[in-house]
């Protein structure tokens, strides 16, 4: 299992920015991937953006061009820029980490994000 303790939510007001920090304490076979997924209240959970250990990413239509994602394999270290917030990016982020497979490894506690004038 992969423990993972993520950092950086607040409130911010629509248009502004947020930097998310993921760091993950495991294997290195266990956190090939690393990716965030969020969910708002009533809602199901959805897939923000996912690197894997080479840099490849894959980021929901929803915040193409607005979000980026990254990665630090040397601290083992992953972020999520969120730039352009609007109030329907409001939710719970978690990160999560999978192996090669695709089998989740781990998930951290959850930060919330809200965005509202």
């Known amino acids: 299992q992969v423990q993972l303790v993520e950092s950086g939510g607040g409130l911010v007001q629509p248009g502004g920015s947020l930097r998310l920090s993921c760091a993950a304490f495991?294997?290195?076979?266990?956190?090939?991937?690393l990716g965030w997924y969020r969910q708002a209240p009533g809602q199901q959970r959805e897939l923000v953006a996912k690197i894997t250990r080479l840099g490849e990413t894959i980021y929901t239509d929803s915040v193409k061009d607005r979000f980026a994602i990254s990665r630090d394999n040397a601290k083992n270290t992953m972020y999520l820029q969120m730039d352009s917030l609007k109030p329907e990016d409001t939710a719970v982020y978690y990160c999560y980490a999978e192996n090669l497979a695709g089998v989740e490894r781990g998930r951290g506690q959850g930060t919330q994000v809200t965005v509202s004038s």
């Open positions: 495991g294997s290195i076979g266990d956190t090939f991937r």
